[in-house]
């Protein structure tokens, strides 16, 4: 028997110990895990700037009013929605 050869101090722990540990094992984060999460956020934040591009090109506007007006607009939009620092959630979308 694999527990009793491999693993002598574990013989003696009931059932809930080994459901607990593969219940961890389970949750742990893994390297998939964290890059698809970062990568549906970076996926978003690149629709979202294409979309707003678009809006300026179809709307005749100079390409810097994203610069000058959307961008610090879009910042004040989330501060004030998010109540979250905007600084890091924009040099990682337009960076």
Do not use: W
């Amino acid at each position: 028997d694999h527990l009793r050869r491999c693993h002598p101090d574990k013989t003696e722990k009931d059932l809930k110990y080994f459901q607990t540990l593969k219940d961890k094992f389970q949750k742990r984060p893994t390297l998939d895990r964290m890059l698809a999460s970062t990568s549906q956020t970076n996926h978003d934040g690149l629709r979202a700037s294409y979309n707003i591009s678009l809006l300026i090109a179809k709307s005749g506007k100079p390409h810097t009013i994203g610069e000058e007006l959307i961008l610090p607009a879009v910042e004040e939009v989330l501060k004030t929605v998010l109540h979250k620092p905007t600084s890091d959630i924009i040099k990682q979308q337009y960076c």
